[in-house]
């Protein structure tokens, strides 16, 4: 399957769908059990293009901050409407810089739509051929594809994962569910732009744990991707606010341990 044909595939987009998508994210399969005492972002970038790992990181290094990578394998090395996809060497010069490698199928399957048996052996899969390519890294971070995901498929990945990632918008307090975080889209469009930069002003002043995700960083973005311009607003407003800029583990490590100080 090529990357133009997994970015092509539209989800169930029916009413049934959405009250199913509704109920899923109040069933709560593990929740973040303390509160952020500081604000913590992570920009993130999902498939993951090439661009996001050049332009993308560039924008990131210019402030130390550290992202994460949500690698498709299957998508790996191919070119789609989003531009290249990511290979090898993406993988090593990423770590190398202190950015976070993820987890995010090896098919980009909807995990709605598939069976738990399934969606675990598509992840295996992700996982085996990314050690194939070189990164050995444990991998401790997952995204669901299209966001898409069922409330009984979300306790199986709880053994697997540190946290998961949606694409549902929102912050992540105490009681968020650690198997399905919220995350705000920054897309090719000038009101995801105003959304996210609205919800890291309002993180500014209550501590909490935001997402952002997007896929390419081109001036001429895919309708999932973005500018260099708008990543870099977002990246240096979170800067600005003295939010901490890491990536999902580090995120984690840091609201569990602060608590416990
Ligand atoms: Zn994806």
């Known amino acids: 399957m090529t990357a133009t044909a997994l970015s092509d595939y539209v ?4 009413l049934g769908a959405k009250i199913r998508r509704r109920l899923t994210r109040w069933q709560t399969a ?14 993130t970038f999902d498939d993951f293009p090439k661009s996001a790992a050049e332009t993308g990181a560039e924008i990131l290094d210019e402030v130390d901050a550290k992202g994460c990578y949500y690698a498709c394998t299957g998508m790996a090395g191919t070119n789609g409407t989003m531009g290249k996809l990511f290979d090898e060497r993406d993988l090593t010069a990423l770590t190398g810089a202190g950015h976070e490698i993820a987890a995010h199928t090896q098919s980009h399957l909807d995990c709605a739509r598939a069976s738990t048996e399934d969606v675990l052996a598509d992840i295996e899969a992700n996982l085996a051929r990314l050690k194939e390519m070189g990164h050995t890294a444990p991998v401790t971070q997952f995204a669901w594809p299209y966001g898409e995901t069922r409330a009984a498929l979300k306790p199986a990945l709880i053994d697997r994962f ?4 949606g694409i549902l918008p929102g912050t992540n307090g105490k009681g968020a569910d650690l198997m399905q975080l919220s995350a705000y889209e920054l897309d090719q469009t000038e009101a995801s732009v105003e959304r996210a930069a609205a919800a890291i002003q309002a993180a500014a002043l ?10 390419d960083v081109s001036e001429i973005p895919s309708p999932w991707g973005t500018t260099p311009a708008h990543l870099r607003r977002l990246v240096r407003l979170a800067r600005d606010t003295g939010a901490k800029l890491v990536t999902p583990s580090q995120a984690v490590q840091a609201i569990y341990t602060k608590d416990e100080a």
Request: proline residues 12%.
């Open 11 to 14: 989800p169930d987009r029916s």
């Open 30 to 43: 593990k929740p973040l059990s303390v509160a952020p005492r500081e604000t913590y972002i992570c920009f």
């Open 162 to 165: 540190a946290a998961v990632r």
């Open 206 to 215: 209550n501590p909490t744990w935001l997402f952002v995700f997007t896929h």
